[in-house]
C-alpha cells in the first residue's frame, strides 16, 4: 500500500478466474488490506473537514489514546494550541492545493498533554477540494529529534571548545565547522569528529604523542617530530635508558621511569599536569620540557601527552631571579644605612665596654699590684662584650651579603623572632612595645631564609618608622603568624601609626612610590616579588583601630 492512500491494490495474479469466485476474493483482499491498515508501523488516518473518520491503533498509540476515541473527535485535540492548529490548518490546504499532498515536522499534543515531535503526510482524495477526504500519516519522531538535539549541543561545545584553540589552528577549525554544520547523520558526524582531532593533533604546534594501554608510544605528531630528534623523544617519553641522554627534576635530581608524567598518568588513571623535565645531553646542554600526560578512556589507548619547550622561559626565570637577587641585596644595604645610627649604637655599648675592661687591666698591669683572680675576671668580661660585637657585625656581613639563592626547610617562627631580635635597639629607641602572637604547631615552609628575613626586617622597620608620631602608650607592633591547616602560613604585621590612604594603598607595592621624604619606593616592591616568587602573596590593609597591617603567605613544605 503506498503511504496516503487507502485504495486496495489487488495482485494480478490473484484475480479470480470465475465470476462465482470474485467476492470471496474480493473479501479476502480487503481483509488483508485492513489487517495492514490496523498493523501498520505509522499511524493512519482519515479524515473529512478535519475530523477524524477512522484511524489505525498505531495512530492512537502516538497519541496516547485507547482504541475508538479519536473517531469522529475533530484534530483540533491533537494540537498544542489553537494557534497552531489553525496555523498548520492553512498551510497544509494551501499546499495539497497546489502540490496534491503535503508533508512537515511539527509539535503535537499526546492525550496525557505532553508534547512531541512528528512527521505528519497528507494527501486529499481530491486536490481540488484537500478539506474534504484525506489520509494522514503520522510518525513519532521525538527519539530522532533528542538525537538531533544532542548532537546539536555536542557540536557547539566541539566548536567552542575549537575557538579557544591557538592563533594557527583557526583556519583549520573554521574548516571543520564548516564541515561539520553540513553533517546530517549520527554516523557522519562522529566521522568529522574524529577527522577534527586528526588535525588537531597534527597541526597543533605543541608536541604531542599517544601510547597504547601497556604504555608504549604508537604516534607522535609533526610538532614533536620536528623539534626532538629520536634520542630526546625516547628519553622523554621513557623508551628506556639513553646513554647521551640524562633526564632530571626541575632541583636537578634524576628522573626515575616510574617518575615519567606517562607511566605516573598510566598507572593512577588521572591527570599529571606542567610537569618540568631536563633533559640533559652529552655535551652538557640542558633542554627544558613541561610535560602534561592524561589518560585516554578509549579501550587500547593509554595516555596522551604534551610537551611544551620551556627552555627559553627558564633561562628567562633564572635571568629574573638573578635581578631580582641583586635588587634585593642593593635593597639590604640600604636598609643597612638606614639603621647605621642605630647599628653604631649597638656596636658601642659592647665595644666600649671591652675597652673599659682592658684599660683597667692595662692600669693593674701598670701598677704591678694586682689581683689575679680580679684581673681573670675583667678579661673575661672583656670577652663577652667584644663576642657580643663580633656576633652583631657576623649578623650584619650575613644579611647583606651577595649569595645565590638558596631553598630550603625553614622554621618560620624562629626566623621571625631572629629578625625581631635584629631591630630590638631601633624598636626600643622608638619606644615601641611588641606584641608576639606566634602559633605554635607551624610546619615549615620552603624558602630562602635571607629573602624572607628581608622581608620581615622591611615590615618591621617600616611599623616601627610608621608610629614615630603615635602617643607613646599607643606604639605597640604586632607580630602574627597562624597556620590554615591546610596549605598556608599567614604571618601578619601591624602598627598603630596613621594609616595609610585607601589612593595611597592602591599605589603601595608600585616600585618606587614611597611616603617617605628620603625613601627609594623599591622596599615593599622587593618584598612582594619575593613573597610571590615564593608562591605567595603579600597585602596591605587598614586597621580598623588606626594603623596598618601588612600580610603575607607562604605555602607549607609538602
Not at 173 to 186: G, M
Not at 322 to 338: F, I, K, P
Not at 469 to 482: G, I, S, Y
Request: net charge neutral.
Amino acid at each position: 500500500m503506498r503511504a496516503g492512500t487507502l485504495t486496495p491494490r489487488l495482485d494480478k495474479t490473484r484475480i479470480p478466474s470465475r465470476k462465482s469466485d470474485q467476492p470471496e476474493s474480493l473479501k479476502e483482499a480487503l481483509a488483508e488490506h485492513a489487517l495492514m491498515f490496523d498493523n501498520a508501523i505509522v499511524g493512519i488516518g482519515m479524515v473529512h473537514e478535519r475530523v477524524i473518520i477512522r484511524c489505525n491503533r498505531r495512530f492512537e498509540e502516538i497519541f496516547g489514546y485507547g482504541p475508538g476515541e479519536l473517531n469522529n473527535q475533530n484534530v483540533r485535540i491533537l494540537y498544542p494550541s489553537d494557534e497552531e492548529y489553525e496555523r498548520r490548518g492553512n498551510i497544509g490546504y494551501e499546499h495539497m492545493r497546489t502540490h496534491g499532498s503535503y508533508s512537515d515536522e511539527r509539535v503535537m499534543r499526546r492525550k496525557s498533554g505532553e508534547t512531541f515531535w512528528c512527521n505528519a503526510d497528507l494527501k486529499p482524495l481530491d486536490p481540488d477540494n484537500p478539506r474534504r477526504r484525506a489520509v494522514v500519516i503520522f510518525q513519532d519522531i521525538s527519539k530522532r529529534k533528542a538525537d538531533e538535539a544532542a548532537l546539536l549541543h555536542a557540536r557547539e561545545q566541539l566548536e567552542h571548545l575549537v575557538e579557544e584553540r591557538t592563533r594557527e589552528l583557526r583556519q583549520a577549525n573554521d574548516a571543520l565547522r564548516a564541515e561539520i554544520s553540513l553533517r546530517q547523520k549520527t554516523e557522519e558526524e562522529l566521522l568529522a569528529s574524529r577527522e577534527k582531532y586528526r588535525v588537531l593533533f597534527e597541526t597543533f604546534p605543541i608536541g604531542i604523542s599517544i601510547t597504547d594501554d601497556h604504555g608504549k608510544v604508537t604516534e607522535i605528531n609533526q610538532a614533536l617530530g620536528r623539534s626532538s630528534s629520536r634520542s630526546l623523544q625516547a628519553a622523554l617519553l621513557g623508551g628506556g635508558k639513553i646513554p647521551s641522554m640524562e633526564l632530571t627534576h626541575a632541583d636537578g635530581s634524576p628522573v626515575s621511569y616510574e617518575q615519567l608524567p606517562s607511566v605516573r598518568a598510566l598507572e593512577e588513571q588521572r591527570v599529571v599536569a606542567d610537569v618540568e623535565l631536563g633533559v640533559r645531553s652529552s655535551s652538557g646542554r640542558v633542554r627544558w620540557f613541561s610535560v602534561t600526560a592524561a589518560p585516554i578512556p578509549v579501550k587500547g589507548h593509554g595516555v596522551v601527552i604534551a610537551h611544551v619547550e620551556i627552555t627559553e622561559r627558564k633561562r628567562m626565570d633564572e635571568l629574573d631571579r638573578q635581578r631580582r637577587a641583586e635588587l634585593a641585596h642593593v635593597s639590604r644595604l640600604n636598609v643597612m644605612g638606614e639603621m647605621a645610627a642605630t647599628l653604631a649604637h649597638e656596636l658601642g655599648q659592647p665595644l666600649s665596654g671591652t675597652l673599659n675592661y682592658l684599660h683597667g687591666c692595662q692600669l693593674r698591669l701598670a701598677s704591678e699590684e694586682y689581683d689575679p683572680a680580679l684581673f681573670h675576671s675583667a678579661v673575661t668580661q672583656a670577652i663577652l662584650h667584644a663576642e657580643q660585637a663580633s656576633a652583631i657585625v657576623k649578623h650584619m656581613r650575613q644579611f647583606v651579603r651577595r649569595a645565590e639563592p638558596e631553598t630550603v626547610a625553614t622554621d618560620l617562627n624562629a626566623l621571625i623572632m631572629e629578625m625581631v631580635s635584629f631591630v630590638d635597639s631601633e624598636r626600643r629607641q622608638h619606644r615601641v612595645a611588641m606584641q608576639m602572637s606566634l602559633s605554635e604547631d607551624l610546619p615549615e615552609v620552603r624558602s630562602d631564609p635571607l629573602e624572607i628575613k628581608q622581608v620581615m626586617l622591611n615590615l618591621l622597620k617600616n611599623g616601627i618608622e610608621a608610629m614615630q608620631k603615635t602617643t607613646e602608650p599607643e606604639r605597640q607592633l604586632e607580630v602574627t603568624t597562624k597556620w590554615d591547616q591546610r596549605r598556608w602560613i599567614e604571618v601578619s604585621v601591624a602598627d598603630r601609626g596613621s594609616g595609610v590612604s585607601k589612593k595611597e594603598l592602591a599605589k603601595i607595592f608600585n616600585p618606587f612610590f614611597t611616603t617617605k621624604q628620603d625613601g627609594l619606593g623599591l622596599g615593599l616592591a622587593i618584598c612582594r616579588s619575593i613573597v610571590e616568587a615564593h608562591g605567595g602573596r603579600l597585602t596591605a590593609a587598614s586597621n580598623g583601630y588606626g594603623g596598618t597591617t601588612f600580610r603575607f603567605t607562604l605555602p607549607v613544605e609538602k
